[in-house]
């Protein structure tokens, strides 16, 4: 018990200092990062070289999360410089002046198409600037699409999530998918209604529901398809494609008051475009042909940890670090995408002198601050995980819930999104110990399982490295907590949902089983 | 210690570029220093970990 407290204790730091006392993530990163480090050596028996190997750990999955951070700036700083993200913004109204549709086919089913290619920040640092181009207040902007593309997260990344949990459990896709697709799914159609909550509040919610509805059904319906008979790899791509396929069609329906809003700039509007359709096209071709995803990926980062053990007897078998491949790496990718994007805007005239010097530093001055908190976040993650304390959190938390396990499964695969920023390092960290515990207790795993990877996509966009982005790309930096707090409402109710949803399921496979 | 927190802040895209640079470069030393057992060096660099720590927090 008091192992368990003290182990709580950096996390507890955290969310007291930026929610309670509204610190900024860099210092409460420090404070966390810190406690962390004392309660390892003090209450866990974690030794200085067992500390040394923790770090460098922690450097290279920073680094992971870094280069993509560093890279979606830099994109948005050359789409942004080009006058695209100004352009689109004047080119929506006239697709539908509906405030809410709007929110639903940008913040909703463009980020989700974002998550799907992307992921890891890039669909809030992409979309939050656009929203406030559009008049979205800075806050609203950061919340929808962090909200909507949480239903895209297991399944986005081109799949990363859920071969992490395939991986670390033994399990294959045909066992795990169609309980996860399901939660998902359902989680889609909520998202959407949150989201246009968000935007316009119950008012809003209940006049756009219906097209909520339909969307949430065609997304989260054809992720399930794809992902239960396709290649789950792209799953949410396909399914947030479908949806945005369907929300232009929708838009007709629900134009808005009309108004003049000036002619339409088509030739602006394609150049605009044309940076988004080359991130698009590039992601493809690296991720899914596979004569260049082979020829990329030849270049590998990557560390060998040995056996770790603490004082404590809690042992980290040797392994190796997750590979990053720097080539075709999602941070590579986008970068390859800004360079081309920036030709193209540069052969069409949209840049002025200048531009090269106002995109470097424009992108530098951002991500100075979320370089310096991913890095301490990471790192006291990574220091709880060798030292044993996440094990020891997630096993207290199980003790503690006994039969009521499957309403707390989710909400350990969203602690452990939450702390190390990924519903992947999640699945990795806790994916395992979920199945044996689901074992131990005679639950069904594939719907424990479905619980801890739904709960920590949903809950990824809760941590504080992604909060930092989109607080940083919104022109919120400092302001954090603020923005933590309100996504807390909305996660938590997504929270609940996955919990209720996973306490039917394992009832229902008891049931089939008696 | 009153001029060098000043001094900090006045120049604190130097300051926290060396507290960035603290932090992220003695972790790939800690582990090299770690294979071959040094415990000494381990103490040091970790020592520099904490500090670039401090360092941002006198920065802002």
Do not use: C
Request: positive net charge; without cysteine; proline residues 3%.
């Amino acid at each position: 018990m008091i192992n368990f407290l003290l182990a709580l204790i950096p996390i507890l730091l955290i969310l007291v200092l930026m929610l309670g006392l509204r610190w900024g993530a860099v210092k409460a990163s420090i404070a966390g990062y810190l406690a962390a480090l004392l309660v390892a050596v003090l209450a866990f028996g974690s030794g200085i070289e067992l500390l040394a190997y923790a770090h460098l750990k922690a450097q290279l999955a920073t680094l992971d999360v870094l280069l993509i951070i560093w890279a979606a700036f830099l994109f948005y700083r050359v789409t942004d410089e080009a006058g695209a993200v100004s352009v689109l913004g004047e080119a929506l109204p006239h697709l539908t002046a509906d405030r809410g549709m709007q929110a639903l086919i940008i913040g909703w089913g463009f980020a989700s198409f974002l998550q799907g290619v992307g992921g890891f920040g890039v669909p809030v640092a992409v979309v939050a600037p656009i929203l406030v181009g559009l008049g979205f207040p800075a806050m609203s902007a950061i919340i929808i699409p962090s909200i909507g593309s949480g239903w895209a997260v297991t399944f986005g990344s081109l799949g990363s999530s859920f071969q992490a949990l395939m991986s670390t459990t033994g399990l294959s896709s045909t066992e795990l998918a169609l309980p996860a697709a399901i939660f998902l799914g359902v989680a889609a159609v909520i998202t959407g209604l949150l989201v246009l909550h968000i935007t316009e509040g119950w008012r809003g919610m209940l006049r756009l529901a219906p097209a909520a509805i339909v969307l949430g059904v065609v997304m989260g319906g054809i992720q399930l398809v794809v992902a239960t008979q396709g290649p789950w790899n792209t799953a949410a791509f396909i399914g947030s494609i479908a949806g945005l396929a369907v929300s232009f069609g929708l838009a007709r329906l629900y134009r808005g008051p009309e108004k003049h809003n000036g002619s339409l700039d088509a030739r602006g509007l394609v150049i605009a475009l044309t940076g988004y359709a080359i991130l698009v096209i590039i992601t493809l071709l690296v991720q899914m042909v596979p004569a260049i995803k082979g020829l990329l990926g030849g270049v590998v980062m990557k560390a060998q940890i040995p056996q770790l053990a603490t004082s404590l007897g809690y042992v980290t078998e040797a392994a190796s670090t997750k590979p990053i491949s720097l080539l075709n790496h999602a941070g590579a990718v986008l970068l390859y995408a800004s360079i081309l994007a920036y030709l193209v805007y540069w052969v069409a005239g949209r840049y002025k002198k200048g531009s090269v010097q106002r995109i470097v530093t424009g992108t530098v001055k951002r991500v100075k601050s979320p370089s310096i908190s991913i890095l301490l976040m990471v790192s006291m993650a990574v220091v709880m995980e060798i030292s044993g304390m996440t094990e020891t959190l997630a096993e207290g938390l199980a003790q503690v819930a006994g039969i009521l396990f499957p309403l707390i499964a989710p909400w350990i695969g969203a602690l452990g999104a939450f702390m190390t920023g990924s519903n992947t390092n999640s699945n990795v960290v806790f994916g395992a110990l979920q199945m044996r515990t689901a074992q131990l207790l005679g639950y069904s795993v594939a719907i424990i399982l479905a619980g801890q990877t739904a709960g920590a996509g949903l809950a990824s966009v809760l941590a504080p490295t992604k909060v930092v982005v989109g607080a940083s790309t919104a022109g919120m930096a400092g302001k954090e907590g603020d923005v933590m707090r309100k996504l807390l409402i909305y996660t938590g109710l997504l929270l609940v949902l996955i919990s209720i949803l996973t306490l039917v399921g394992v009832w229902l496979t008891s049931v089939e089983r008696i | 210690m009153r001029k060098l927190v000043k001094w900090l802040q006045e120049n604190s895209f130097e300051a926290n570029l060396l507290a960035l640079l603290l932090m992220a470069v003695p972790p790939v030393l800690l582990y090299f220093a770690a294979r071959q057992g040094a415990l000494g060096w381990i103490y040091a660099l970790l020592g520099l970990v904490i500090l670039g720590n401090i360092l941002v927090l006198f920065v802002r």
